[in-house]
C-alpha cells in the first residue's frame, strides 16, 4: 500500500513537473514570436531608410557638383561645414512636431525658399522642418550667401541632410535590433550558466523590452528601482519567467488602461521585487487559492492557470524564496522575497 501511494505521488509530481516544463515552452514560444514581432519595425525602417538613401546619394552628389561651381570664400567654406556639422547632430536629435505644426513650418520655409528661387523647394522644405530649421536660420544664411549662391547652397544642405537624417534611423533602428536581440538572449540566458549572478534589474527591464507590445498603449510602467541592489545567485532565465507571468496578469487586470509599478529593495540579505498594478483588484475569496496549479481568474481560453503556481514553484522551491500577495481595488502587489545565495541556507 505505502509502495502504490509513493508510485502514486511520484507520478503526479512527474506530471506536474510536465506541465510547468510545458507552460515554459509555451511562454518561451509566445517570447520568441512577440520578439520577431518586435524586430519587425525596426527592420522596416531600415529597409525603407536603404531604399531611399540610393535615389539621396545620387541627388546629393549632384547638387555637390552644382556647388563646386561656385568660387566661395573660405569664410563661406567654414560657415558650409558648420552646418554639415549641426546636420548630423540634428538628424540624430529631430524636433517633435504635431502634424498641424509641422506643416504650417513646411509652407512658411517653402514659400521663403521659392521667393528666393531655390530648386526644389517643395522637397526641401520638409527635411529643413525634420532638421529643426525656422525660417530665421533660413535668413541667417541668406545674409552670408549671394543671391546667386543660396539656391545652390541650399540645395546641397538639404540634400546632405537628408543623407544625415536616413543613415540617423538605420543607426537608431540598428540599435533597437541589436537591444531587443541582447535583451531575449538575457532572458533566456543562453548559452550560460544555469546558476549565476543575476542582476534583478537588469531581468525586469529585459521582461518589459521583450513584452512589448503586450503591454497596450495605455498602460504606463513606472519604476522605483534601489540604488545598488545586490546580485543574487538565482536560476535567471527561471526568475524571468516569473517577472513574465506577473507584469502579464497585472497588465491583463487593467484590461488595457493603468499603471504598472516595479519596486525593488535590498532588506538584511534578501532582494524584495514588487509587482503592483491600480487594477480592480482580487476578490478575498480568491486569494487564498490565486497560487494553486491549475487556477486561474481569466476566462476560459485565456488562462491554464499554471502562471502563478509555477511561479510559486520557482520562487519558493527553486530559490527557497517567499512570494505573497496583497489586493484590494485600485491595489493589487505581488511580493517576492529571494536570498542572495538560495545555495548557502
Known sequence: MKSMLFTILARLRETQDALYESERMAILGTLTAETLHNLNNPASAIQRAAEQLGPELEAQKEARDRLASLELSNEQT???????????????????LDALARSDQEVELEAWLEARRVKDAWDIAPTLVDLGFEESDLAFLGDQFSEEQLPKVLGYLSRDFSVQHLLAEI?????????????????????EAPVQGVNIHEGLDGTLLILGG?????????????????????????LNQVWTNLIKNAADAMDGKGEIILRTRADNGWVVVEIQDNGPGIPPELQERIFETGFTTKSRGKGTGL??????????????GVISLTSEPGNTRFEVRLPLNFEAI
Not at 567654414?78 to 517633435?96: C, D, F, I, M, N
Not at 503586450?214 to 527561471?238: C, T
Open 78 to 96: 567654414q560657415l558650409l561645414l558648420q552646418e554639415q556639422t549641426k546636420g548630423v547632430q540634428r538628424a540624430s536629435t529631430p524636433p517633435e
Open 307 to 320: 502562471g502563478l503556481g509555477s511561479s510559486r514553484k520557482i520562487v519558493e522551491g527553486r530559490h527557497r
Open 214 to 238: 503586450k503591454l497596450k498603449e495605455g498602460i504606463s510602467v513606472r519604476k522605483e528601482y534601489a540604488p545598488d541592489l545586490p546580485e543574487i545567485m538565482a536560476y535567471g532565465s527561471e
Open 171 to 191: 543607426r537608431s533602428a540598428s540599435t533597437s535590433i541589436s537591444d531587443i536581440i541582447n535583451a531575449y538572449k538575457s532572458y533566456v540566458y543562453l548559452d
